[in-house]
């Protein structure tokens, strides 16, 4: 199976800030990476796909880079309705996998 | 606009069998380019992909390694759903279950890129393993 890692697990910011999350593979997956976010009582919301496209609607803030093993999803300008958790996910082959969770919480 | 609705008891004895249904609108069950997912979601364990059921000139389903001689995703065509069934459950089987679709895109040099992302998802409903 391929392992995900997530870094951080939880972090700090304030309004406007530009936050960065890193996603990890145990094994190349290309850029078959997507990312969710997921707030409390929800479902998990797609907001990039395929390492780099955004789902429609997902404001232009949000951007997601990476391929082979390395993914990152950066937020640059955090707003109140960003405070969330996100998932990475690898959809390059089964069992599809998601990350353990990045916590972004208001300072 | 796709829409998924789950249903399904919430209480589930140790050794039983869990069953959840996830009702369908807004798109079929019998797509030839979708996949219908369950997914769950625990403190302990994040998010797990238990398994997909899709039609490709025929039913087919992929499961998680760890789950395979226990689960089952079927798809009922006359009703338009998709549904789970966890065989002899355990505490540790206590999470929030999701149903999903999974869908395809085209990438920049037109290849079509199947099971690429769960683009919808069902509300969740917690299934709780007790006596």
């Known amino acids: 199976d391929i392992q995900m890692t997530q870094s951080p697990s939880s972090l700090s910011a304030s309004v406007g800030d530009r936050v960065t999350i890193t996603c990890r593979a145990s094994?190349?997956?290309?850029?078959?990476l997507n990312w969710y976010q997921q707030t409390p009582g929800k479902a998990p919301k797609l907001l990039i796909y395929s390492s780099s496209i955004s789902q429609s609607g997902v404001p232009p803030r949000f951007s997601g880079s990476g391929s082979g093993t390395h993914f990152t999803l950066t937020i640059t300008s955090v707003q109140p309705e960003d405070f969330a958790t996100y998932y990475c996910q690898q959809s390059s082959r089964p069992p599809l996998t998601f990350g353990q969770g990045t916590r972004v919480e208001i300072k | 606009q796709v829409q998924l609705h789950q249903s399904g008891r919430g209480l589930v004895r140790p050794s039983q069998t869990l069953s959840l249904s996830c009702d369908i609108s807004?798109?079929?069950?019998?797509?030839?380019?979708?996949?219908w997912n369950w997914i769950r979601q625990s403190p302990s364990r994040g998010l797990e992909w238990l398994g997909r059921?899709?039609?490709?000139?025929?039913?087919?389903?992929d499961y998680a390694d760890f789950l395979k001689t226990r689960v089952s995703i079927n798809a009922d065509t006359s009703k338009n759903q998709f549904s789970l069934q966890l065989k002899s459950v355990t505490p540790e089987d206590t999470a929030i279950y999701f149903c999903a679709r999974d869908s395809p895109f085209v990438d920049p040099t037109d290849f079509v890129v199947e099971f690429a992302f769960f683009d919808y998802w069902g509300p969740g409903t917690l299934v709780t393993v007790s006596s």
């Open positions: 059921t899709y039609f490709r000139s025929k039913w087919q389903s």
């Open positions: 807004g798109d079929s069950v019998s797509s030839n380019t979708a996949a």
């Open positions: 094994q190349t997956i290309d850029t078959y």
